[in-house]
Antibody
Framework: EVQLVESGGGLVKPGGSLRLSCAVS????????MNWVRQAPGKGLEWVSY????????YYADSVKGRFTISRDNAKNSLYLQMNSLRAEDTAVYYC????????????WGQGTLVTVSS | AIQMTQSPSSLSASVGDRVTITCRAS??????LGWYQQKPGKAPKLLIS???SLQSGVPSRFSGSGSGTDFTLTINSLQPEDFATYYC?????????FGQGTKVEIK
């Protein structure tokens, strides 16, 4: 069974940092591209970042470029999102999502972890 | 970045109705579009990939069509469990862009 489990969310002050993790199981992690997607309270979905299976390709949304860093450890079946210089507008539920084999869709998602940026 | 315009933003429908949701891309994206369903407090769920490929386990009342810039999600004979918010996602390149979402509510 494919599982993605996010952790690391919480309350942080503006300007602070937080590191999210996504632990995966049930598939060959090293073969899949991975994404972070977020959803602010009461708002729609916003794609945040992508990392290819071997970390060769990395992309960010303009809204987080220069502040967030995506990474992965294929040996640990884990995906990460280092978030620095956090702003109130970064408050959201953060989901990790798998890119499907041979395609471009996000076929499996975690349950999400809430990040709240507030003083 | 490609812009995705999804409409309507919300709609009210009855059980048994046929519902249509559209997404328009700001440039051609071939058939690289997916549709996702999200229920309150839950993660999104992939319904349809590559414009019209129904995911395993998704009821056949869901269908997708389109190509290039204009895409449609159709739900035939709406069921109580279909009341949710639906998003399109362009899967053509990065950065990815979601549509604004369509909330399907009970009339």
């Amino acid at each position: 069974e494919v599982q993605l489990v996010e952790s690391g969310g919480g309350l942080v002050k503006p300007g602070g940092s937080l590191r999210l993790s996504c632990a995966v199981s049930g598939f060959t992690f090293s073969s899949c591209g991975m994404n972070w997607v977020r959803q602010a309270p009461g708002k729609g979905l916003e794609w945040v970042s992508y990392i290819s299976s071997g970390s060769s390709y990395i992309y960010y949304a303009d809204s987080v470029k220069g502040r967030f860093t995506i990474s992965r450890d294929n040996a640990k079946n884990s995906l990460y999102l280092q978030m620095n210089s956090l702003r109130a507008e970064d408050t959201a539920v953060y989901y990790c999502a798998r890119e499907d084999f041979g395609g471009n869709s996000f076929d499996y998602w975690g349950q999400g972890t809430l990040v709240t940026v507030s003083s | 970045a490609i812009q995705m315009t999804q409409s309507p933003s919300s709609l009210s429908a009855s059980v048994g109705d046929r519902v249509t949701i559209t997404c328009r891309a700001s440039q051609g994206i071939r058939n690289d579009l997916g549709w996702y369903q999200q229920k309150p407090g839950k993660a999104p769920k992939l319904l349809i990939s590559a414009t019209s490929s129904l995911q395993s386990g998704v009821p056949s009342r869901f269908s997708g069509s389109g190509s290039g810039t204009d895409f449609t999600l159709t739900i035939n004979s709406l069921q109580p469990e279909d009341f949710a918010t639906y998003y399109c996602l362009e899967e053509y390149n990065y950065p990815r862009t979601f549509g604004q979402g369509t909330k399907v509510e009970i009339k």
